[in-house]
């Protein structure tokens, strides 16, 4: 028994058994579902909010504000609620409304603006205003520092040693970062592999930034090679993973997987982990499963 945030991390490791033909590389997924908020950011909400805390950069009473396409504001508002804190989320219009239900019954303010790049510029102002705190998870080291303490240790835990290639879906980057600093101290030889769209592709989770919005995490020397994914390819790979594998999970996760698998195809041997992000019901209300 415990409190909430004490779940956060730990997820099931689960091998894909039936989407793929290679014999000799196997392939698993990290079901980040399972954390309480149901996604991977659940780590880095409660890294960057509970390290601010010790640092005393959050006191009580202070207003939390940052801009996120989904995951990381529910994953925010959860933890927030745990620390009793007032926080404002501001995402934009396109996101699916159960994130914004969700959002709100964890007591957040959501604010809806045109675009991701709007919501930043917005939290990144109001973030100056006295009384206010920008998580800002585009610039924030507690970011991939979740990872580096949680997930990494987790996977090469979990693989016996055994991982030879790491693929993450590109987003803020921290989570491609942050298992990238723990799993090349643990093995130089680990590929890390990052997934992004291509150029004519929307794949919520996953982003090919404009250099000015580049994450300013993200360390390309930390990143062995990075795939592109359409957005047809990770939606079929997606609705593929929950007919045959069983696991309800998001268009980034059917991106990671869909370039796992041509990884995959590549190699003579291997063992290969993907970050599935989060669960499949926060798309419900959109057309991924139509």
């Known amino acids: 028994m415990g409190n909430i945030v004490e779940f956060v991390g730990n997820t099931p490791l689960v091998e894909i058994q039936r989407l793929h033909s290679n014999p000799d590389v196997k392939i698993f997924a990290k079901l980040e579902g399972n954390n309480p908020g149901g996604s991977v950011k659940d780590r880095a909400a409660l890294n ?59 007591g957040a303010k959501v604010t809806l603006l045109d675009s991701i790049e709007i919501c930043r510029d917005y939290a990144e102002e109001k973030g100056t205003h006295e009384g206010y705190f920008l998580l800002n998870q585009f610039s924030n080291p507690d970011n991939y520092l979740a990872h580096y303490k949680t997930t990494g240790p987790e996977i090469w835990r979990d693989t016996h040693q055994q991982i030879t290639h790491f693929v993450s879906s590109m987003g803020t980057t921290g989570s491609i970062m942050g298992n990238s600093m723990f799993l090349k101290e643990q093995n130089p030889q680990i590929q890390i592999v990052g997934c992004q769209p291509t150029e004519e592709s929307s794949i919520p989770g996953i982003r090919r930034w404009p250099i000015e919005y580049l994450p300013k995490i993200f360390d390309p020397s930390r990143v062995d090679r990075i ?28 991106g990671a997987l869909a370039c796992s698998l041509r990884l995959a195809e590549e190699l003579s041997s291997g063992l290969i982990v993907f970050i599935a992000c989060d669960r499949g019901d926060r798309y419900l209300s959109s057309d991924l499963f139509g």
């Open 227 to 254: 795939m592109d994914v359409s957005q047809k390819e990770a939606t079929e790979m997606t609705r593929k993973l929950a007919k045959t594998e069983g696991i309800f999970a998001g268009m980034s996760s059917g």
């Open 48 to 106: 960057m909010i509970r390290s601010a805390i010790e640092r005393g950069d959050i006191k009580k009473g202070t207003k939390l504000i940052e801009a996120t396409s989904g995951n990381t504001g529910i994953a925010l508002a959860m933890i927030a609620s745990i620390y009793d804190l007032e926080i404002e989320l501001v995402m934009p219009s396109n996101s699916t409304r159960e994130r914004t239900l969700t959002m709100e019954a964890y």
